[in-house]
């Protein structure tokens, strides 16, 4: 599917609660290739191929996914999300020393209307205030 990067960075983030006590986030077989999941949180964040995945749907798909029942997926869980327009670094160091993997939406640097989502994983504040996703 066509601006599958939000869909890409909700499924890896969903693994990784897939991996740590939350089973039926996704199928055995979305652990070899991710493209049951991918196309299912496409539909969810209502991804476009012109706009790709606005912020508030990237949220509101990995919650509909993880409470609804649909296409093959339980659905069984209670969880929220939350966003902030203006993270700062320290929100990202309070979320990875938290251990919870979160999406981010990045501008590309050269490019005004070129946006990308990005699952972020970890920092390094020793030399300078980096993110690693």
Known sequence: LCNNC???AGANILGYWHKNGYYYLQHDWDESDGHS???????DMNTSCVYGTPASNFRSGIVHHAN???NGYLGIYHFS???DSYPT????VREINANRPFGI?????KHMFTFHWLTCIGYDSLNDNYIYY
């Open 81 to 83: 999300a939350s966003g």
């Open 89 to 92: 670094f320290s929100d990202a």
């Open 105 to 109: 939406l990045m501008r590309k640097r």
């Open 37 to 43: 999941l991918m196309d299912c949180l496409w539909y």
């Open 6 to 8: 939000g869909p890409t």
């Open 68 to 70: 609804t029942v649909h």
